[in-house]
């Protein structure tokens, strides 16, 4: 394997394939990387005596195309890959200009370091993150496949998409996420003194990835300008429509403070909404999951030993929701009314549907009069007094 | 003490207060929330029979003033707090329409949790945080001292600040960059399928808080807007500049690419720059730092051997620089210029100035000619030259 660029990327790459015994050769215009690299175990410096298998290109996105022309007329390699995060641009450039275009496959691994440089560099950078390969209408399938060896050597999961609809995703779950955080950082210098002191894990969260080498990134956000435009114009209306709202509700007596508070919910909202569409996220409940139902006496830390009592499973005790006791609900006095510590509760808990009835099981074994709830066809109102009535 | 208000906060603080043996009297005007704080052990539903010690109103921004003139009115305390993420606003209406201002402090704890209502509370939630104090002109020295015991009781950290400069700093340290991570967020939603595949670390770190209760977060929005607005037309105008640096960059040949680069890499630049007062992040290399040389054998894995030594230490390899090995370096092989694995390199590590001697005489005995070159003073020439000649 030859690894054209021995920064963060290509030197950890580099490692990951000697770490399988592959034969590495490593070059990068700056030969005290490519030496570092070296020094790390990543390889030999200097090109080899054949072509190797693959070529990994491993420099700044505008600079792939130019790499790809030069190694690609030095017979470098059988096939060749590169790792930038913009993809469209390569491919077009490699069709157009590349000698040998079916023999190139674009790649990007979904993987970084807070550091740069050789030494941030690690063997096992990739291991279970996505890896995007991004073959074009003239790739070869052995190209494809080289590429492929290329992930599983490094442990990753191969991710094969088009190269615009890569641009696209990067553009709204990396490029843009990347100049919001520039853009709220930005705003912390040159405030009063102990601004700083009150800032908490929220802020440090939204900023944090704002702290990447601002070279690399500007070669990134310039070449994939069109599609971080368009999210970031639509970001810029939301924004434009909310100073406005946020300036009326600043003037007590305004007369668009209602509208002026609906644009702000309105926004909050739509936050929440974009948030369940990430994976791993909290999934919002949905109408149709189970319920699970427990009556509680309104005795203090019944509620505490509840909660305690859902501790291993798969449940949110955070989310449920909880009502007061009507007759029949056993854990309560069945007054229903008045106020004093004795008052019953019953909570209910939103479960995934595979889960509701272990949960119903252990909570009863345990002393619990825990029901199964399901949801109630629309279809029918008696269900719902049924529902109500259920022995417990 | 009383709870006036049992969501996240109102209940976190009783269930710290009773933890410590005070007796706690609760009040939500949505009963069942009452009720639930009370099942979880956070003290009595309804009002005392005598006043208490401290009331703490934990309620949404708008709406302190307008309870604590109710409960000042009703005698409930000897003093009165409150728990709301915006302190002017309160501090303005009980200095003009509560009927003892002299007897209100102004607080704000900086904690939460992503869910909200009292099942979501815990008695350790303030620990180790801060917790703001903005007591008025006319605040009572023993209403500050009471709201200062409830400050340690629940085992946070107390900071005195007047109330404008607070919310003057909430705004940049918390509000703006909950906007921010909606606007991101917001983004999310109608994208093509398989646009969340790509999402990783850094757009759930950038979107994280814009998890948080729409309503709620409206009206804390609402409360700091004068604030909130001036911060946002910073970032606004900000973003009003990217975008046509961004189309001019998305435009192969357009006149104004240069000046583009320079607004989005000046951008960037400015966003690392905010990150560094952070408290806690890492600090940019000083000009004055001590710098710890060590020279190193360009044989593979010589590196990786001279980074795991400095694994204990508290410096970051990472950041270290590396240039070739020159005459006289000792690593090296000395030919200072080809390409071959043997060329040696010398790493120089930007070290806390304590960490320096211990960090040398470490490395000198696991067998590394590291050396202390401190920085160089800049009237004089002939140290720069008389450094690259130390013996090693």
């Known amino acids: 394997m030859a690894v054209i660029g021995t920064g963060l990327i290509g030197t950890s790459v580099a490692l990951a394939a000697r770490r399988q015994g592959v034969t590495v050769f490593l070059s990068d215009r700056d030969p005290v990387a490519a030496r570092t690299a070296a020094a790390l175990g ?17 420099v700044p996105p505008s600079q792939v195309a130019a790499v790809l022309a030069q190694t690609q007329a030095n017979r470098l390699a059988v096939a ?40 941030a560099a690690r063997a096992e950078l990739f291991r279970g993150r ?10 070869s399938p052995d190209t494809l496949d080289r590429a492929l060896r290329l992930v599983e050597l490094a442990e990753a999961v191969p991710v094969v998409m088009r190269s615009h609809d ?29 601004t700083s002191a009150l800032a908490g894990q929220g802020l440090r969260d939204v900023t944090r990835i704002a702290g990447g080498d601002s070279r690399l990134w500007g ?34 007596g305004h007369q668009d403070r209602d509208t002026g508070l609906r644009t702000l919910v309105d926004l909050l909202d739509r936050g929440r909404l974009g948030l369940a569409v990430i994976p791993g996220a909290r999934p919002p ?29 798969d449940v949110i005790a955070e989310d449920a929701d909880i009502d007061a006791a009507g007759d029949g609900d056993g854990g309560g006095n069945g007054d229903g009314g008045g106020d004093g510590d004795g008052d019953g509760l019953v909570v209910r808990f939103t ?23 399901d949801a109630v066809p629309t279809h029918s109102g008696r269900d719902d007094g049924e529902d109500a009535a259920l022995p417990v």
């Open 42 to 58: 990543a390889g030999h410096v200097g090109p080899p005596a054949a072509p190797v298998d693959l070529a990994v290109i491993a």
């Open 80 to 119: 060749y890959t590169d790792v930038a995060s913009v993809k469209a641009g390569p491919e077009q450039a490699a069709l157009s200009g590349a000698p040998d275009p079916e023999r190139y496959v674009g790649g990007h691994p979904l993987a970084g370091r807070e550091w740069s440089g050789p030494l």
């Open 130 to 139: 996505k890896w995007v390969l991004t073959p074009s209408r003239v790739t």
């Open 166 to 194: 890569h641009d696209a995703a990067v553009a709204v779950t990396s490029h843009v996420p990347h100049l919001v955080a520039s853009l709220m950082a930005a705003r912390l210098r040159d405030r009063p003194a102990g």
């Open 219 to 252: 070669d990134i956000l310039r070449s994939n300008a069109p599609a971080v435009t368009g999210v970031l114009r639509e970001l810029h209306a939301d924004l434009s429509r909310l100073l406005p709202a946020l300036d009326a509700l600043a003037q007590p």
């Open 285 to 313: 409940k949905a109408p149709g999951d189970p319920r699970v139902r427990v009556p509680v006496a309104g005795r203090p830390g019944e509620l505490a030993r509840l909660v305690a009592a859902t501790a291993g499973l």
């Open 351 to 373: 479960v995934p549907p595979a889960l509701a009835d272990r949960m119903v099981a252990e909570l009863r074994a345990a002393g619990w009069a825990a029901v199964r709830e």
